[in-house]
């Protein structure tokens, strides 16, 4: 094992020993580094005023906020902050001097944060103005207005930039720090993570650290034994098979997004929704549902798609169904020491339709006050095959079958969604908190029933004609 953490700051190697493991990047840069063009604003991933650049073994430039970022996690890559952007000579990045010719900076707090995304965005392929919206929907402006940013990033954005050379340091075996009393591991491959579990079955599994830096930063948590993902590469893997899509419980939305988007273009568009492009480039969906929340945006999808676990204690593997790893808030069949190896989805058969949706309080980077998705089979235009899956109805995320029974086997008419809206009533009993009423999520659930009536009628239709 290695007690130290092994990355390239801009083109400078760093080894760094004896720090505390829970550390954030946005402390470190402003504190030990005295770098402090990285700015603080929200200290939630929220703002993207922290925003850096990762750069991994493969080349990838990913925009990340630094303010829910741990240390370890920068352990065999490279760091590039607004800093490293400037020439030699101190001449501006191309980046930097679009901002300044369409005067897309007034106070300057946001600059360097907007600068990174762009920066990320301008080595991927050349944007248009949908994706130059999305990159930068996690960076917010008070006082210039996006229009001469978007406009700047039209300018400079052309899939051409050629990223800083990375020979990056080579890092071998699992990472192990230890703090006083704090301890951190970063294990290399799932058998790693699986023996180090056993030994430390309390510790805090951090995924892409998105839900768990909110407990340092703004809960002020202590935790004593931590185990981060981010190096377990077979953990990180999508792929395809016959009639699934496998996801590894590390792979970050934005792994995920190609396939998932392709085969259920709805579940795409909402994770398109989930954080920021920085918060999907670091967040997992295997956190997602293992943090258990009653509002997390992908378990309804999923549990409308019949998706199912790998868990793994050990040597020891047991597939448990979404639908019933959900005990309580916040609460799973999850055991010490046990994990979540990778998440099942089953494919659509022919004549299936998919729908999810959001509703919010606003569009980009909001928590869902109620989230649903629908699976639906119509034969001759009755109702043979449904599942639903809602977020924000209840403690857990949930699979309301009672409603699902007042669905199947009959008419896909609008008299039966009215019948299935009066068992919501009884089925659901959502709680009133900050972000919505009991009777205004009621009323979105029934509403949300009808919508996919109202979208899939027609679809079901045709749908149900394809050749089996």
């Known amino acids: 094992m290695r007690d130290a953490i092994h990355f390239r700051l801009g083109t400078e190697d760093r080894i760094l020993r004896d720090v505390d493991p829970t550390m954030t990047v946005l402390e470190y840069l402003r504190g030990p580094e005295r770098m402090c063009g990285t700015k603080e604003g929200c200290a939630e991933g929220d703002c993207g005023a922290c925003t850096v650049v990762l750069v991994g073994a493969d080349g990838r430039h990913d925009a990340v906020n630094a303010c829910v970022l741990f240390v370890p996690a920068l352990d065999g890559r490279q760091l590039l902050t607004v800093e490293h952007l400037a020439g030699p000579d101190g001449a501006l990045h191309p980046v930097q001097q679009a901002m300044v010719d369409r005067h897309g900076s007034q106070c300057g707090f946001c600059t360097p944060g907007f600068v990174m995304s762009l920066y990320a965005l301008r080595t991927e392929a050349k944007p248009d103005r949908a994706a130059v919206n999305e990159a930068l929907a996690g960076n917010l402006c008070r006082c210039t207005g996006y229009r001469p940013i978007v406009d700047a ?66 809960q002020h948590k202590k935790l004593p034994v931590t185990v981060s993902l981010d190096a377990v590469a077979d953990l990180r893997g999508v792929e395809e098979t016959a009639d699934t899509i496998r996801i590894g419980a590390g792979a970050t939305y934005q792994d ?104 919010s309080k606003r569009f980009d980077q909001d928590i869902s006050a109620v989230c649903a998705a629908f699976r639906l089979r119509i034969e001759d235009g009755i109702v043979r095959d449904i599942r639903i899956g809602y977020g924000g109805m209840a403690a857990t995320p949930l699979r309301p079958r009672a409603v699902e029974d007042a669905l199947a086997g009959r008419p896909w008419n609008e008299a039966t969604i009215r019948m299935a809206q009066a068992v919501m009533d009884s089925a659901m009993a959502p709680l009133s908190d900050m972000r919505a009423s009991a009777l205004y999520r009621r009323t979105v659930a029934r509403n949300l029933l009808l919508k996919c009536f109202l979208e899939t009628k027609e679809e079901a239709v045709v749908t149900r004609l394809a050749p089996v």
């Open 256 to 359: 995920a997004l190609p396939l998932l988007e392709e085969h259920f273009p709805d579940f795409g568009a909402m994770i398109r929704r989930i954080g920021s492009r920085q918060i999907r480039n670091r967040g997992t969906i295997g956190g997602n549902i293992a943090n258990a929340s009653p509002i997390g945006d992908s378990p309804p999808a999923l549990l409308a798609l019949d998706a199912s676990l790998v868990l793994r204690r050990g040597d020891v593997r047991r597939t448990v169904r979404l639908d019933a790893f959900f005990t309580g808030y916040r609460q799973t069949v999850l055991t010490p020491g046990e994990f979540i190896e990778r998440i099942d989805v089953p494919l659509l058969s022919a004549g299936e339709v998919f729908r999810c949706y959001k509703v």
């Open 153 to 218: 990033a039209m300018d400079v954005c052309t899939g051409q930039d050629a990223p800083m050379p990375v020979p990056l340091p080579p890092t071998v075996g699992t990472l192990a720090l230890s703090y006083g009393d704090k301890r951190s591991f970063s294990p290399r491959t799932a058998d790693e993570l699986a023996g180090i579990l056993l030994d430390y079955p309390d510790a805090t599994i951090v995924a892409g650290g998105t839900d768990v830096g909110l407990w340092v930063t703004k």
